[in-house]
């Protein structure tokens, strides 16, 4: 332990002082970091001598400042050091691609059953069919537009959410059969939902991957930077 002047009031102090013991000023020179005598502390793993602020919640690496300042801090209290945080964007670029696939398949089959609805009408009226038998026809097409989504949410164990209680896992056949009834009961109204909400995601997978991509190359430079001071 060094002694020095305080910059305001000119009086003795010790340089590892966080603030002057007789004016209160602060020191400039106090590194928080820095464990005084005796004190109990979690080392940093980089820097063992200095105090960890941070721990990566992903691979338990202590951080003290200086290593936890490009650290990112989640709204839900996650902590990630630089290089699992560049996994983790990379990890969501890749999943936000898969959603962007779903997607473009997912309107794709909605344009399809579509044309053909359409289609199908047109030709229920040039053979001057009822009205009622051309609005059953439109729905009757309509109705196979809405069943990728359903299977969908079959598959990924979210039907239930729509379809109430629905215990997918056990009867593969009813559930079926039960999707199929939805279905027809629901036609181009589910349909249209779902297609709007698949452009919404795409909208959403876009402006997502500009934004991992940014944060992947601004990473991979930080950690780039590290490895090599290292």
């Given amino acids: 332990m060094a002694i020095m002047k305080c910059p305001e009031c000119g009086k003795e102090m010790s340089d590892k002082a966080e603030k002057c013991p007789n004016c209160g000023a602060p020191n400039p020179n106090f590194d928080p970091d820095i464990p005084r005598a005796g004190e109990l502390f979690t080392p940093c793993t980089k820097h063992p001598d200095r105090k960890a602020k941070l721990t990566c919640s992903v691979c338990g690496k202590h951080m003290c400042t200086v290593c936890a300042v490009d650290s990112i801090t989640m709204n839900d209290g996650t902590v990630y050091c630089p290089e699992c945080y560049l996994e983790a964007v990379k990890k969501e670029k890749k999943q936000l691609k898969r959603s962007q696939i779903f997607s473009y398949i997912g309107l794709a089959w909605f344009s399809f059953f579509l044309i053909v609805a359409i289609g199908a009408s047109i030709y229920s009226v040039t053979q001057s069919a009822p009205f009622g038998m051309v609005l059953l026809t439109f729905w009757f097409y309509m109705a196979f537009a809405s069943l990728l ?25 009813t559930t079926v059969f039960i999707l199929l009834i ?3 009961i629901a036609g181009p109204i589910a349909a249209v939902i779902a297609a709007v909400n698949r452009i919404k995601n795409l909208k959403a997978c876009k402006e997502g991957l500009k934004n991992d991509d940014a944060a992947i190359e601004k990473y991979e430079k930080i950690v780039a930077e590290r490895a090599a001071a290292a």
């Fill in 149 to 173: 989504p359903l299977f969908g949410k079959m598959f990924m164990n979210t039907a239930g959410t729509t379809l109430g209680a629905l215990e997918l896992h056990k009867n593969f056949w």
């Fill in 182 to 184: 939805y279905a027809f």
